[in-house]
């Protein structure tokens, strides 16, 4: 069964700085592209970044890139998001989700973790 | 950027309806598009992908049609755990943007 489980979020001033982890298990690891997608209060989905299996090609959203980085550790099963200079625009649910597979490049998110929750405030 | 746009933005139906949720891609993206239910409080889940294939588990009263600019996912028969926001997401490359969502509420 596939498991992905987010951690790092918590309060921060607006220009912090924040580290997402999430960690994932029941399937290979490096044989999927890799995602994070958010949802701030009482909004919809937005695509943040994505990596792909070996972590040299990724995408950083409009709104994010230059702030955030997306990295992956696939000696760990890990997924990272280092988050920079921090907005209040940037409070919301932040979930981990994992690439469907089937073609080369980005495919759709087949599961998702529960998010962690990253609340930018003075 | 191609914007996807949903419609409507929220609905209300009655059990035993069939419930029709349009999404137009600004720019044609094949049939590279999925669409996912949220219930509330809880995370998104994967409905369909690559416009009309069911995901593994999914009811058989969902289905999705479309291609280029305009898909469509509907209920045959809509049931009360089908209260869920729906969103229709592209992914024939980044940015990997999702529709606004539609609202599916019981009348």
Redesign the interface.
Known sequence: EVQLVESGGGLVQPGGSLRLSCAASGFTFDDYAMHWVRQGPGKGLEWVSSINWSGDITAHADSVRGRFTISRDNAKNSLYLQMNSLRAEDTALYYCAKDGGGTPGYNCFDSCGHGTLVTVSS | ?IQMTQSPSSLSASVGDRVTITCRASQGISNYL?W?Q?KPGQ????LI?TASTL?SGVPSRFSGSGSGTDFTLTISSLQPEDVA?Y?C?K?N?????????TKVEIK
């Open positions: 950027d999925a996912y949220q995370v998104p889940k994967l992908s995901h926001t969103y997401q992914y490359s980044a940015p990997l943007t999702f529709g606004g969502g």
